[in-house]
């Protein structure tokens, strides 16, 4: 019986295992087609790109973004945003279907450098 229960909750916990990224938890990054399928009251569907992508729109510095996001300026949006946080592409895919993925990028221009580090990557939603 008790390797049952131990079985069960590492299986729990691995189902919802995220790392504890606020931003993932909170559905930034999730393909959408307007601004009522994302996840929270208050984000909006950054419709440019296929697939659209779920997140916080004009944001002014990182520290407005949940953690595990950043603040981006890209010429490419129509505002800034904040983006997830990815160190693979994996990462920007979770809330994503395979046809509309995410990539990983390190060239996108974040508005600042939370907690004083270097430009981690953030997840770019793939080009109409």
Request: hydrophobic share 35%; charged share 20%.
């Amino acid at each position: 019986m008790d390797r049952v229960v131990v079985v069960l909750l590492v299986s729990f916990g691995a189902a919802g295992c995220d790392n504890g990224n606020s931003a993932v938890e909170r559905g930034i990054g999730a393909a959408c087609a307007d601004n009522s399928e994302c996840q929270e009251a208050g984000q909006a569907c950054l419709t440019e790109f296929r697939g659209g992508m779920c997140g916080i729109a004009d944001c002014t510095s990182s520290s407005q973004c949940p953690s595990g996001s950043v603040c981006v300026a890209d010429p490419d949006f129509s505002r800034n945003f904040c983006l997830l946080v990815c160190q693979v592409k994996a990462d920007c895919n979770v809330h994503r279907p395979v046809e509309v993925e995410a990539n990983c990028s390190s060239t996108l221009n974040q508005i600042d450098v939370p907690d004083g580090g270097t430009d981690p990557k953030v997840c770019r939603p793939p080009n109409s």
